[in-house]
C-alpha cells in the first residue's frame, strides 16, 4: 500500500519562503504523476501544481506561477514544493498526492494517494 509523507511546512513571514517535502514509500514511483494541493480553511481542496513521472512537463495555478516550483527526485522517490514570495493567501494545509497517468492534473479524483498534509501559515 503507497504511503506520502509530507514535511516541511510552518509560519513564515510574507515575502518568506519554504520548502515543502514529500517521501514516497510503497509504490513503484516513477510510474506515478505528482501533484501538490492546497487547502484553506472553510475553502474546497484546489489544485496548486503537479510534473509528470520524468519531469518533462509541470503544471501551475495560475496564482503561483513564478513563485512556486515543483520539482522530483524519483531515486529518492521525494517530491518537492520550492515555494517563494509568500503571500498570506498561500496559508493552507498542503497534501501531496500522486496519480498514474492522470488525463487531468488539476483534477483531485485523478490521484490515487495523498498524503495527510503539512501546515504553512503566512504572517502578513
Known amino acids: 500500500q503507497g504511503e506520502l509523507v509530507e514535511s516541511g511546512g510552518g509560519l513564515v513571514l510574507a515575502g518568506g519562503s519554504l520548502r515543502l517535502s514529500c517521501a514516497a514509500s510503497g509504490l513503484i514511483f516513477d510510474m506515478y504523476a505528482m501533484a501538490w494541493f492546497r487547502q484553506a480553511p472553510g475553502k474546497e481542496r484546489e489544485f496548486v501544481a503537479a510534473?509528470?513521472?520524468?519531469?518533462?512537463?509541470?503544471y501551475y495555478l495560475d496564482s503561483v506561477k513564478g513563485r512556486f516550483t515543483i520539482s522530483r527526485n524519483n531515486a529518492k522517490k521525494t517530491v518537492y514544493l520550492q515555494m517563494n514570495g509568500l503571500k498570506p493567501e498561500d496559508t493552507a494545509v498542503y497534501y501531496c498526492a500522486a496519480g498514474a497517468y492522470p488525463p487531468d492534473y488539476s483534477a483531485r479524483d485523478h490521484y490515487s494517494y495523498w498524503g495527510q498534509g503539512t501546515q504553512v501559515i503566512v504572517s502578513p
Open positions: 510534473i509528470t513521472w520524468n519531469s518533462r512537463d509541470t
